[in-house]
């Protein structure tokens, strides 16, 4: 089932690989709890839209490492509205900078381009509100 959603995981199934026969794959850095949380923002569309940042957090590498394409647009998605609304309140600062840290490292380009658009609007503002 996880091959329809990921094209890592598709090939190595689809080549002469021991995984190919034993239809087996271990993903060794991802906890089982981690796996189920990527597996359900995928297909339960329910859930998808209650993501929020902190999921982003917890999932999107691993998306961008094994390839689930859909799982990566959805972290890109909410990542991107989450900087969008951060000029309604006052976040942690940290936070803010693991998240745009994130969006780098994970290939989430437009959540990228607008956590660096929020962070430089900020530090162009004669007022911040972080400490």
Partial sequence: MAAKRS???DTMLSMPMVERKSHVISFPGIDPSTWD???KFIDDPVAARQMNMKDVL???KNYN???F???KSLCNFVLSEYFKLLSEKTENVDDIIEAVLLARDANLNFAYINGMDYIWKKVRSRIIPYG
């Fill in 69 to 71: 394409c859909n799982g």
């Fill in 37 to 39: 949380e990527m597996m």
């Fill in 58 to 60: 917890k999932v999107a």
């Fill in 7 to 9: 094209k890592y995981i």
């Fill in 65 to 67: 490492k094994y390839d």
